[in-house]
């Protein structure tokens, strides 16, 4: 059982601040002088343990990406996105280059359906001491329609999403052209949070590091299929190849 589940601890969860919801909770990032065990930071840009370690046998880090607690990764300028992107992913290969973890899982939620409680952007680094989570991936979970590339990068949109409905990748197959990752990042949430959906407001972001290549996923968030969560079948849009039009019409002309 402990190597595929996660023991998730409900006394600490409920002491947890929650703001994402409640615009009128106060927010603990934004309070930099109150900040504990902060690891590395550039200007902005702080990496620190979490104060609220909800999950057993991991060591769990928050990423403050800004001081602006209002921002978001679709906006950010081009100096801080790329900052922010060197910064997270060298903190993420650091961490499993010790190889004290069975898998470092590297993710960011955003929005009140994305699974997150703050409102202030932020990003998660967690090593888990006996959970593999290569297990449950594939090399198929990041095919899909071809949408951009540039230097190796690819950007495309899922043709077997690992959830649904619509998931957009990057495939990073050189850390050094990781700028244009990020630019990739950039425009799949931009395009989420703009032009999606009308009502799209939430979405995740997900890094994975498969037969020694970094994909970043970016899943826009609803209410979660009942197929999913009753019996883990994803669903694809028969709007794939419409989407993937859109976005290049959009941000690639």
Known sequence: MSNTHLEFNMLIGANKPENIINK?????????DSLENIIDEDRAIILLKNKYPVLKDAYQTVIIETDDCHSELSTYSKDHLYRLLSFSL?????????????????FKNHGPYSGGSLRHPHMQIVGLNYVDYSQNVSIRDFEGIHIASKDGVLFNISSFPRMGFVELNIKLPSFEKHLVMADYIQIATHYVLNHFHKNCNSYNLFFYYVENEIYAKVIPRFTTSPLFVGYSIPQVSNQTSRIAKNIQEKYFK
């Open 24 to 32: 009128n909770a106060s927010c603990p990032f934004c309070d930099r």
């Open 90 to 106: 060298n903190h993420w290969i650091k961490l499993m280059n010790t190889n004290e973890y069975q898998s470092v899982i590297f």
